[in-house]
């Protein structure tokens, strides 16, 4: 059933193996398996309550699978948790915005180096010279960033003050900053318009040129197929399709539970 | 960039150390010179709490406390052991952490308005020991003749308000540099992250419960140094130390003062001691003008004072 993609790989970067979780009496997500190698970008999609979500949680340790496995790195992470897979590589963002209200766009990203840092309060007190070269190479890091995403011009606002759109924007370049192997996104084109859709696709483009490997959940079709190098489809729990997004936009049981009955042109 | 305001600067504090180094020389009655010390004390204090309330974003009522813990411990060592004198306010800071360590690991898996209720309850049930343990502490009546602060080895003598006000400045001083490296590292940053966004925090790599478990007991033993010297200083303690007019007193200052800073807590140290004494002849009214204060507070100027200062800065800068 499944359209298979070539997996000649040796080392996945992320493998869930036999993923599950129950809610109760409900199966949110059943054995569900599938490898990322690094460098893709994998688009996880499927119709409301496929259970998307609660895989995406359980790849980042928010969540603990009832079965299964999930490995990243070479390395059994399935009873970690959220703040352990960060500090090995993985960041994420969150379907509702979620940023550090309170504090200017420079120091969320500034926050968000976080797990590159050695040395911390004690070393200050000290006054340690490698104290003080690291925060300096945090902040021209954190600078980067800013530049990176287009945030440049902002870097003293109050991150609640900003529009929505900058916001998404700061949510990757907070995540951007913790320096990831992979980047988990979750519906990263929510509440965007077309245009702003489009300079998404240019900017996971990009996030992948500097050696991240992206796995994205998203509803915006033109962002999946503009993106992805595979795609992965759930319905009602379990994987039902795997491949190129023209491949999979084409596959009938694709077709029929997600994409409506009418062909899809990407 | 935006420039930092002119109290963030390293200039700033050095002239607040200085003003603060030569204030007694201008004070010349020992009221004031005791009000100087109160206040010394005091924003050991709020800053401590500041820890656990600006930063962390974690309400707390037990810290009235520690500051009891610290101030009876270092009494009871020196007086019943004979523990040198001079490492009174170490053994305070020692035992008070060490009650934080305890305290924070249970209390600190449950947030928000939970935890604060579960803090107010150990805080009670610190003082009903303190209050009862009659053998020990001696009960309501309290320690009286608590010998005052000395290093005999170096023939310093601190019975003095004069003499006692340098050694709580010096305190104080150390303090400030805490809470201020605090924020200018990761650790400080982490507390923030904490309070800005617990979820978030985690997915950047932070352990929340570690970071709140430091900070929790890093602050409760600042507050058991801050006992320790306030024992020392008007040596007499009551289990009143550890009552929530203590610990509201300690709120006031932190909220007024401008929470999450470093210069708030100790000017709110500042306004509380000086409304205290300036309306000493409003007897109990005082707590509800003090109230009020923290009502108002609360409402328009949820910075504090401190942020009046940065609003004045930003305006400026704009314009």
Redesign the interface.
């Known amino acids: 059933m499944c359209v298979k993609f070539d997996m000649s790989h040796p080392a996945p970067l992320l493998q869930a193996q036999q993923l599950s979780r129950h809610f109760g009496g409900l199966v949110a997500v059943n054995a569900v398996d599938f490898e990322i190698q690094s460098g893709e970008i994998v688009g996880l999609i499927g119709p409301n309550g496929a259970g998307k979500t609660t895989l995406f949680n359980m790849l980042?340790a928010?969540m603990a699978p009832t079965h299964g496995k999930v490995i990243f790195n070479g390395e059994d992470c399935t009873t970690l948790?959220?703040?352990d897979m960060?500090?090995r590589g993985m960041?994420?963002t969150?379907q509702i915005t979620?940023?550090?209200?309170?504090?200017s766009v420079?120091?969320n990203v500034?926050?968000?180096?976080?797990?590159q840092?050695q040395?911390?309060?004690w070393?200050?007190?000290r006054h340690q010279a490698r104290?003080k070269q690291e925060?300096a190479e945090?902040a021209a890091q954190a600078c980067g960033i800013l530049e990176f995403v287009g945030l440049a011009g902002r870097?003293?606002d109050l991150a609640m003050t900003l529009p929505y759109g900058d916001q998404r924007k700061l949510e990757i370049a907070?995540?951007l900053?913790?320096h990831p192997k992979l980047l988990l996104l979750d519906e990263p084109a929510a509440g965007m318009n077309p245009d702003e859709g489009a300079k998404l696709v240019g900017m996971i483009k990009d996030i992948r040129q500097r050696g991240v490997t992206v796995v994205l959940v998203e509803h915006h079709m033109k962002v999946v197929m503009g993106v992805c190098d595979r795609v992965i489809v759930i319905a009602s729990g379990e994987k039902i399709a795997e491949g190129v997004p023209q491949h999979v936009a084409n596959h009938p049981e694709v077709i029929r539970v997600y994409l409506g009955r009418e062909k899809v042109h990407a | 960039m935006r420039a930092a305001p002119f109290f963030e600067s390293a200039k700033a504090w050095w002239l607040g150390l200085g003003v603060t180094l030569v204030a007694p020389f201008a004070a010349f009655n020992d009221y004031l010179l005791h009000m100087m010390v109160l206040w010394g004390i005091y924003s050991i204090l709020a800053l401590s709490l500041n820890i656990i309330v600006g930063f962390l974003g974690e309400l707390t009522f037990g810290h009235a406390a520690f500051f009891g813990i610290g101030a009876y411990a270092s009494a009871l060592l020196v007086m019943g052991l004979g523990l040198p004198i001079w490492l009174g306010p170490l053994a305070a800071g020692l035992i008070a952490g060490a009650f934080g360590l305890v305290i924070g690991y249970v209390a600190l898996r449950i947030v928000g308005p939970q935890f604060a209720i579960l803090t107010l309850g150990f805080g009670a049930i610190i003082q009903t020991i303190t209050n009862y343990w009659v053998d020990v502490t001696r009960g309501p009546m309290g320690i009286s003749q608590i010998p005052p602060f000395s290093i005999d080895a170096l023939g310093l003598d601190f019975s003095q308000a004069s003499h006692m006000y340098f050694l709580v400045l010096a305190c104080l001083t150390l303090a400030v540099y805490l809470s201020r490296t605090l924020q200018n590292s990761r650790t400080g940053r982490a507390y923030v992250a904490i309070r800005e966004n617990p979820e978030l925090a985690q997915s950047i790599g932070i352990n929340t419960f570690k970071n709140k478990w430091l900070a929790f007991t890093v602050a409760t033993a600042m507050a058991g140094v801050g006992g320790s010297l306030y024992g020392h200083y008007l040596r007499v303690i009551t289990p009143d130390l550890m009552s929530l007019s203590y610990m509201s007193a300690l709120i006031i200052m932190v909220i007024v003062g401008g929470k999450g800073t470093t210069l708030g807590p100790v000017i709110g140290a500042m306004v509380y001691i000086a409304l205290l004494e300036s309306l000493r002849a409003f007897g109990n009214l005082r707590l509800v003008i003090f109230a009020a204060m923290l009502i108002v507070c609360v409402i328009f100027l949820p910075g504090g004072l401190i942020s009046v200062w940065l609003r004045w800065h930003n305006r400026v800068r704009e314009v």
């Open positions: 980042c928010s948790s959220a703040h960060a500090q960041a994420r969150f979620s940023l550090f209200p309170h504090l420079f120091d500034l926050t968000g180096t976080y797990r840092q040395t911390g309060w070393a200050c007190i104290y925060e945090m870097r003293d907070i995540a900053a913790t």
